[in-house]
């Protein structure tokens, strides 16, 4: 089993910037690929970015230039630096961990609770 927890979401006004940060324990593997997902209300969980153990990163088309994700192999951490934010990036995000590189809910087998992310205009 592996537990992620993330931490460092809030509140921020459009334009500014936010870092949240993922921690894995428990029976982690640092060849995980890691990612980070969003779901806003009403609306189904949507890929954000990932990232895997020799660094090859994957962007949504909304996010990219805006998010980079990066991690740690040695502390078993992934980060996703958010700056000019914008309204329509206001969700609850989550971390995933998964065999493979992918953009898709299914191929990840662990999750976090989620860290919210609100965005006033």
């Known amino acids: 089993q592996v537990q992620l927890v993330e931490s460092g979401g809030g509140l921020v006004q459009a334009g500014g910037s936010l870092r949240l940060s993922c921690a894995a324990s428990?029976?982690?593997?640092?060849?995980?690929?890691m990612a980070w997902f969003r779901q806003a209300p009403g609306k189904e969980r949507e890929f954000v970015a990932a990232i895997n153990w020799p660094g090859v990163r994957s962007y949504a088309n909304s996010v990219k230039g805006r998010l980079t994700i990066s991690r740690d192999n040695v502390k078993n951490t992934v980060d996703l630096q958010m700056n000019s934010l914008k309204p329509e990036d206001a969700a609850n995000y989550y971390c995933?961990?998964?065999?493979?590189?992918?953009?898709?809910?299914?191929?990840?087998?662990?999750w976090g609770q989620g860290t919210q992310v609100t965005v006033s205009s």
């Open positions: 428990g029976r982690t593997s640092s060849t995980y690929s």
């Open positions: 995933a961990a998964g065999p493979r590189l992918s953009m898709v809910v299914a191929d990840y087998g662990y």
